[in-house]
């Protein structure tokens, strides 16, 4: 059986419902840049400050939303998964003393005590060697730099038209 953690719930039951949140944010911006693309389709033949302002939040969304929420929640997903909290302490260190172990946001927000923990991994692990699996670099990496290219090339077509 799990350890219970803070809020009652174990760790694979947090790891599952995160793992949903994230799929569920990548159908919310998948949805939302599909319907901004269809006004900016729209709006390429009609009005070129209203799409380059479409473009602007499209973009927006993309590179400041998309990517720091994705990996945000991605991150805390291997959190649990990976049973880090009761692996390592704040520093990164394997073993933690029971007053002293690996907080949530310490994991996503410390690029240093995330690599070293991911170097740790990876040595145990081989799959964790690159830290984007197969998956997520296609649907967190490929998918909204297709998009900002399709983004760039509507204001392209848009700008030689003029």
Known sequence: ??????????RNTKWSTYEANVQSYRSN????????????????????I?????VAVAMIQLWYIWFRVIRARTLIVDYYKFDLKNRYNQNGDPHPQAEDYLEEDTFVRNKTVRNKILDNLGKKKKKLKHKFRMTRFKLDILLPVTFSIIWLGMLIVQLLAL
């Open 29 to 48: 911006m998948i949805a939302s840049q599909s319907f901004l693309l269809a006004v900016g389709a729209i709006l390429l033949e009609k009005d070129p």
């Open 50 to 54: 209203l799409l380059a302002i479409c």
């Open 1 to 10: 059986m799990s350890e219970k953690w803070n809020d009652g719930l174990d």
